[in-house]
């Protein structure tokens, strides 16, 4: 059964199949692949799910996308407790379909320990509001406004998940809401540093593997901005390097990506 009306909640309703398996559902949009920050944010909330301490937060993901993910069938993610620590908790996650795993996931938990705090302020960016930015009219589950660019290499965005209600005040859900919004930008860097003129009709990107860190609790429902930088493009493949920050400029996450960006040969 698929899931015609993508909302993030829905998405994040994964089935409990046995004690360490899970199945997701994927919306119809028409497309070629499942959006990959679905696949994350899916694979982590399979992993929160075997926590024996659910208030653990999640400090960092690394994960690795095999098979482009097919939308009209449904993802089973298969958990590994890896350890269960007295200050750390790691599972690692694969999500498969019919043709055999498309995605691996590992992820780790800490509890929080009080100590200095230091993060650089947005304000140095020197970005417009979202207001301002321009809207990008791609996924129906969050609302991405781009930054306009005129520096190689580089793109950046605000993104919140789209609802007409705020989301439930779970600081778990929001950082499976920064999971999914992670994975908009990166590419878009990647290209805007291709150094010949660049079309998506003449290349195909797709990513390869993702990792994030979660350094503050951040509101996935409110304004982000994901800020994206190109630090090599090599045979086809590029990383890019990335920030996010809330609006006030406080430094929630880092985040970095590796993508393929093959050029089409036309017939």
């Not at 996935?220 to 800020?227: H, K, P, Q, V």
Request: aromatic fraction near 8%.
């Amino acid at each position: 059964m698929t899931n015609p009306h993508p909302d993030l909640l829905g998405l994040l309703d994964i089935e409990q199949l046995a004690a360490d398996l899970f199945v997701a559902q994927n919306p119809q949009r028409g497309r070629t692949r499942v959006y990959g920050g679905q696949v994350v944010a899916q694979a982590l909330a399979a992993a929160m799910a075997t926590l024996d301490d659910p208030s653990r937060p999640v400090h960092s993901l690394h994960s690795y996308f095999i098979r482009p993910g097919d939308e009209s069938k449904p993802i089973a993610f298969d958990v590994d407790r890896i350890r269960d620590g007295r200050s750390f908790t790691t599972r690692r996650v694969v999500g498969r379909q019919t043709g055999g795993a498309i995605f691996n996931l590992s992820a780790s938990f800490h509890s929080y320990e009080p100590d200095a705090e230091v993060s650089p302020s947005v304000a140095d960016l020197d970005v417009p509001p979202p207001e301002e930015c321009t809207l990008e009219e791609w996924d129906d589950v969050s609302e991405i406004r781009m930054v306009p660019e005129s520096l190689p290499g580089r793109a950046r965005a605000w993104i919140r998940i789209a609802r007409p209600e705020r989301l439930p005040d779970d600081p778990a859900l929001h950082n499976l809401a920064i999971a999914y919004s992670s994975d908009h930008v990166p590419m878009d860097a990647i290209a805007n540093g291709h150094p010949a003129p660049f079309d998506w009709d003449d290349f195909m990107g797709a990513s390869l593997d993702h990792s994030l860190w979660f350094h503050r609790p951040a509101r996935g429902d409110e304004w982000l901005l994901f800020d994206c930088r190109l630090l090599s493009l090599a045979g086809s493949r590029g990383i890019a390097q990335g920030t996010v920050h809330t609006a006030n400029g406080t430094h929630v996450a880092t985040l970095t990506q590796e993508g393929l960006l093959r050029r089409l040969r036309h017939r």
